[in-house]
């Protein structure tokens, strides 16, 4: 495998069962992934003695996902999103890239974490859309990658 960068094309999201071990199921028609991963907060401190603020990392943050997908009420996986809107707990989520290498048993980037589903709206829109759906995942918890291998 080499280094190069790995186009967006061909990446799949799915949500999982709350079970031990999770069955997943694809999130069909996702447009665009948005972005994803740890912030931290910055924390400040003046000293009076000194004119130079004082920075440290505070808090961190694994992000969110705002998906935009075009709405398909009988997809699998956008059903199962709609389900997990109105439960209070986190779901298993894996996301794969279209990298693996050539050959049998090859596997993907894959990066797994947890999250709550806050949000899933539908966008109509104009003349010459289509009917879309936005919906936006909480991570509540680490993101764990796992690189693409042969």
């Avoid at 999770?22 to 028609?29: D, H, I």
């Avoid at 400040?44 to 709405?71: I, M, Y």
């Avoid at 806050?118 to 010459?128: A, C, F, L, Q, R």
Wanted: overall charge negative; proline content about 5%; glycine content about 10%.
């Amino acid at each position: 495998m080499s280094d190069d960068v790995v186009q967006s094309a061909g990446a799949k999201l799915f949500i999982g069962t709350k079970a031990a071990t999770p069955v997943y199921v694809e999130v069909g028609e996702i447009e665009n992934f948005g972005e994803f991963g740890k912030t931290y907060q910055t924390v400040k401190f003046n000293p009076v003695g000194k004119k130079r603020t004082q920075k440290r990392k505070g808090s961190f943050d694994e992000g969110s996902l705002s998906l935009t997908l075009g709405r398909v009420p009988s997809d699998a996986g956008q059903a199962a999103m709609r389900e997990a809107l109105d439960d209070p707990d986190a779901y298993p989520f894996k996301i794969t890239l279209d990298d693996a290498p050539d050959g049998v048993g090859a596997t993907p980037t894959t990066f797994l974490f947890e999250a709550l589903v806050m949000s899933y709206t539908t966008n109509i829109g104009g003349v010459d859309g289509v009917v879309k759906s936005t919906t936006n995942l909480e991570i509540n918890s680490d993101i764990e990658e796992e690189a693409a291998s042969a």
